[in-house]
């Protein structure tokens, strides 16, 4: 069985370039959920889908995170402008039902230098 | 703010030790879940229980929730070098629509 798909593992970039990290769910999975991880802030929840649909945005920390569902096999979480304070490690998860086991991908290494 | 937080923050014991891990949260849950992180992994789903079991069995881990107290534990006996890796506890808020991970328990299994 597939497991969650993220890519890239690891994005280096300049800061004011816009970033974009990808996410295939687990198939049949109806949520979908991005975090993102600091030692700072430790795992925050940024955003999540339930059959596409954004239900919860309340983390995303700015203007500049968006974030996409397009079908449901996969989702896309964009930043733009990117700056240094927006490294860290984004994980993209998905579960059959809400306050069920989520399964993770092993994420996306960012650093914006 | 964080709904689950753990303690301790680190432990560090021998190998066929037993390590215990706790989380206390502030609002009623439906249920609370524990997760385990290895270095540059994802999140791995352990267990999960509902607000009205009070204890849990999964292999070596066993899993323990007091809802008078706000507060779950982590017991995984007979530890191995494998175990090493960080613990987080995860609940939903009070309506459950939102679940929240604590900051994690980094457990260090010494061989």
């Known amino acids: 069985d597939a497991g969650v798909i993220q890519s890239p593992r690891h994005e280096v970039t300049e800061m004011g370039q816009e970033v974009t990290l990808r996410c295939k769910p687990i198939s049949g999975h109806d949520y979908l959920f991005w975090y993102r991880q600091t030692m700072m802030r430790g795992l925050e929840l940024l955003i999540y889908?339930?059959?596409?649909?954004?239900?919860?945005d309340s983390g995303m920390p700015e203007d500049r995170f968006s974030a996409k569902m397009p079908n449901a096999s996969f989702s896309t979480l964009k930043i733009q402008p990117s700056e240094p304070r927006d490294s860290a490690v984004y994980f993209c998860?998905?579960?059959?039902?809400?306050?069920?086991?989520?399964?993770f991908g092993d994420g996306t290494r960012l650093s914006i230098l | 703010s964080q709904q689950g937080e753990e303690d301790p923050q680190a432990l560090s014991i021998q190998e066929g030790e037993n390590a215990t891990m706790n989380c206390s949260y502030k609002t009623s849950i439906n249920n609370l879940q524990w997760y385990r992180q290895n270095s540059g992994r994802g999140l791995v789903h352990l267990i999960l229980?509902?607000?009205?079991?009070r204890e849990k069995h999964s292999g070596r881990l066993r899993v323990t929730l007091d809802t008078s107290k706000k507060s779950s534990s982590l017991l995984i006996t007979a530890s191995r070098a494998a175990d090493t890796a960080s613990y987080f506890c995860?609940?939903?808020?009070?309506?459950?629509?939102?679940?929240?991970f604590g900051a994690g328990t980094r457990l260090f299994v010494k061989a």
């Open positions: 998860a998905s579960s059959l039902f809400f306050n069920q086991p989520q399964h």
């Open positions: 995860a609940t939903d808020t009070d309506g459950g629509f939102k679940t929240i």
């Open positions: 889908f339930n059959n596409n649909v954004p239900i919860d």
């Open positions: 229980i509902r607000s009205n079991e």
